[in-house]
């Protein structure tokens, strides 16, 4: 006879034994020749080497899935304690492919649309992404849960979130406070997609420890960010020596993506977005990846589609007169 006891103190006990104990129960009955009693985040397993070996790394698994993905469906506890060939945990459960991390009270974050899909299966395969479209599109949010899932699944050590601050029709030297009160409010989005996702206690654990990491562009030089998923959003108020230098800055176990609108510039008309030149040359690049969002993938409000659209069709009216007095002028000068 052996015994074992196994700790679930890494993950939500809920998630493991189920409502009233319904994954427990189900545990029992693929190990009956096991004795086995749950005591507040411990399990005791009782009986012969080979059953409670064999029990041991089914657990593990579940344990190992809960720690990267937060939720279990029973159906998918049951493959996992089923399939003798099931080993890699680390793959999503078949229905909640589309789910990215879950957060605090369960909250699901899911890629909600086409593009946030494609943007989550080419961070699976790429180590730059640039995601290009309109505000309201979920670019950040998903760039956001992406990072947040590759910190769960340890594959990375930190998160660093960044983003150039640039005033929009406002002036820094105007706000009130100390520089971090001053740039704070432009990098609230990225606050505000963490807290969805990280439960306030670990999300201030994380942040005074510097494992994630919310900061201006400006403090990236310098620096090689390695181990690292690192998020430049609103990058189209970057200039190109600003791009180029967070570009370089990506080191060799590191992973980036680049968000930004190019319809939503906010630098002063005698500089250039870099974003324009970056996503130009570097297509065709391995291993770096473009997606371009459109107002079908807007999830805010309806109207911000019709808002998008509207602009666009505006812009498109505006270019047309614009080569039309441009024609003119080169008439009136021949």
Do not use: C, W
């Not at 690192?230 to 190109?240: F, H, P, R, V």
């Not at 659209?309 to 021949?334: F, P």
């Amino acid at each position: 006879m052996t015994e074992a006891i196994i700790n679930l103190e890494t993950v939500n006990p809920i998630e493991f034994f189920g409502v009233n104990n319904s994954k427990f129960e189900i545990l029992k009955r693929k190990f009956p020749l096991l004795k086995l009693l749950s005591r507040g985040t411990q399990i005791k397993l009782s009986g012969q080497p080979d059953e409670v070996s064999a029990a041991q790394v089914k657990i593990g698994q579940v344990i190992q899935y809960l720690e990267r993905n937060g939720h279990l469906s029973e159906n998918y506890f049951s493959k996992i304690l089923g399939d003798d060939e099931q080993g890699d945990t680390g793959n999503e459960d078949p229905a909640n492919n589309d789910i990215l991390v879950f957060g605090p009270n369960g909250r699901v974050v899911r890629a909600k649309t086409q593009n946030q899909k494609l943007m989550a299966q080419a961070s699976e395969k790429n180590d730059i992404i640039f995601a290009i479209g309109p505000a309201g599109t979920g670019k950040t949010y998903t760039a956001v849960a992406l990072a947040v899932r590759a910190l769960k699944n340890k594959a990375v050590r930190k998160i660093i979130l960044t983003r150039p601050a640039v005033e929009a029709g406002e002036s820094l030297g105007f706000l009130p406070g100390d520089l971090k009160e001053k740039i704070d409010p432009y990098l609230r989005p990225l606050y505000d997609a963490l807290d969805d996702m990280i439960p306030s206690d670990k999300l201030n654990y994380y942040m005074a420890n510097r494992i994630i990491e919310i900061a201006p562009l400006a403090y990236m030089r310098g620096r090689t960010l390695d181990n690292a998923f690192i998020i430049l959003d609103e990058a189209q108020n970057s200039t190109e020596l600003q791009l180029k230098m967070f570009l370089t800055r990506i080191g060799s176990s590191a992973k980036a993506i680049i968000t930004g609108d190019l319809t939503q510039i906010d630098l002063p008309k005698n500089q250039k977005s870099g974003l324009f030149k970056a996503t130009r040359i570097l297509q065709g690049i391995e291993g770096i990846a473009h997606i371009t969002l459109d107002e079908a993938d807007v999830v805010r409000h309806r109207l911000v589609k019709m808002i998008i659209r509207a602009y666009d069709k505006d812009q498109v009216r505006e270019d047309e007169l614009e080569e039309k007095r441009a024609a003119r002028r080169d008439q009136a000068t021949s």
